[in-house]
């Protein structure tokens, strides 16, 4: 069974950093696109960032800048370094894996970490 397991959320203060961490595990063939999406109370989710399989970046507008995505390919891991931290980016962050499960097929599923709460406040 896939999993991707999460960690590195909490509070901060407006201005501040956090890097958040979110990796891939059981059993897979391959992972391929990795990102970042976040949901802020009464607001629908949304796309902060992600990465291809080729290194490729993609930011949300609000977050260009401030916010960096990487990867690990090794450690099947995807990264997120968060800095100069607003209030409003306050919202459970969620990670999210396009992996290939098996070496016969090429089809790709989705797969969704837990979810981690980031609160920018002083």
């Known amino acids: 069974q896939v999993q991707m397991v999460e960690s590195g959320g909490g509070l901060v203060q407006p201005g501040g950093s956090l890097r958040l961490s979110c990796a891939a595990s059981g059993s897979f063939f391959s992972v391929n696109d990795m990102g970042w999406y976040r949901q802020a109370p009464g607001k629908e989710r949304e796309l902060v960032a992600q990465i291809t399989r080729g290194g490729t970046t993609n930011y949300a507008d609000s977050v260009k800048g401030r916010f960096t995505v990487s990867r690990d390919s090794a450690k099947n891991t995807v990264y997120l370094q968060m800095n100069s931290l607003k209030p409003d980016d306050t919202a459970v962050y969620y990670c999210?894996?396009?992996?290939?499960?098996?070496?016969?097929?090429?089809?790709?599923?989705?797969?969704w970490g837990q979810g981690t709460q980031v609160t920018v406040s002083s």
């Open positions: 999210k894996g396009v992996i290939r499960r098996s070496s016969v097929s090429s089809l790709a599923y989705e797969y």
